[in-house]
């Protein structure tokens, strides 16, 4: 991937390595490519995982943290291609849903990548630290990847650090 590193201690966001053995395998490819551009990062580590800032501009309400980057994955001579943008945590009640902007500029409805449970990680004087696990491919997700991976994939587990008070529906 290209773009720029962040290490700790991290700002407010989310750390998450998207599903690694999709990764690998664009890694593996002869033409296989990552790209990050608005304020999506890398983070030192021993797996590549990708930091999507927090975007307090865009959240729309209570119990939804919207985050700001772009990661693309291209290959086989572009006949494949995954976006992951914007990532955005909406509270539904007793679910948490992840979604990403549309794919393709003309579209407008955010996508339902995965459904996430939330578990409280340590809380700090400014921060509080929230780990996604049970991360789970929806069928929209699958879409996004080619339907190359089932609804109900696991995809990566990811830890998001937010302001202290910004809480998610229990």
């Not at 962040?6 to 990764?23: A, R």
């Not at 033409?31 to 865009?58: V, W």
């Not at 449970?117 to 929806?138: A, C, Q």
Request: aromatic letters at 10%; hydrophobic letters at 35%; charged letters at 25%.
């Amino acid at each position: 991937m290209t773009d720029s590193t962040t290490s700790e201690p991290y700002p407010y966001g989310l750390l998450w390595g998207i599903k690694s053995s999709f990764v690998t395998y664009i890694a593996r490819m002869p033409d296989g490519q990552g790209s990050l551009s608005d304020g999506a990062t890398t983070h030192e580590s021993d797996k590549l995982e990708c930091f999507f800032p927090l975007d307090r501009e865009t959240a729309q309400a209570e119990q939804t943290w919207s985050f700001r980057g772009d990661v693309r994955f291209s290959g086989h001579a572009n006949m494949l291609f995954v976006r992951i943008a914007h990532p955005r945590l909406e509270a539904r009640g007793d679910r948490t849903v992840l979604t990403i902007a549309p794919v393709y500029p003309d579209e407008t409805a955010r996508i339902e990548l995965a459904t996430v449970r939330l578990e409280r990680g340590p809380r700090y004087p400014d921060v509080d630290v929230w780990h996604g696990t049970e991360v789970l491919l929806t069928e929209a997700g699958a879409d996004i990847f080619n339907n190359v991976y089932a609804p109900g994939e696991p995809l990566e587990q990811f830890t998001m650090h937010v302001p202290t008070g910004d809480q998610p529906a229990q």
